[in-house]
């Protein structure tokens, strides 16, 4: 079993930052690959980026040179470092983890990009 707690959301002004945090625990050696997804009001979940082995990175398009995707593997967490925050970034956002037998997702956390 993995346990992924997020945290980091909130209410900021469009064209600003946040960084939010995903620390994994539980069975985190069976852990292959971590993400970001969201999901806004009305709306399916979708990818935002994931990150495999470190190093190997995965974004939509609608984030790329906007959002950068990291892991620490020392601390067990994943980052979603998120600049240039626009109104349609607005959304509840997931942190997942792949093993190679399960999917695993954290309790979501608020990002509200808004003035």
């Known amino acids: 079993q993995v346990q992924l707690v997020e945290s980091g959301g909130g209410l900021v002004q469009p064209g600003g930052s946040l960084r939010l945090s995903c620390a994994a625990s539980?069975?985190?050696?069976?852990?292959?690959?971590m993400g970001w997804y969201r999901q806004a009001p009305g709306k399916q979940r979708e990818l935002v980026a994931t990150?495999?082995?470190?190093?190997?990175?995965v974004y939509a398009d609608s984030v790329k040179g906007r959002f950068t995707i990291s892991r620490n593997n020392a601390k067990n967490t994943v980052y979603l470092q998120m600049n240039s925050l626009k109104p349609e970034d607005t959304a509840v956002y997931y942190c997942?983890?792949?093993?190679?037998?399960?999917?695993?997702w954290g309790q979501g956390t608020q990002v509200t990009a808004s003035s």
């Open positions: 990150i495999r082995n470190s190093k190997d990175t």
């Open positions: 539980g069975s985190i050696f069976s852990i292959y690959a």
């Open positions: 997942n983890a792949r093993t190679t037998t399960n999917i695993y």
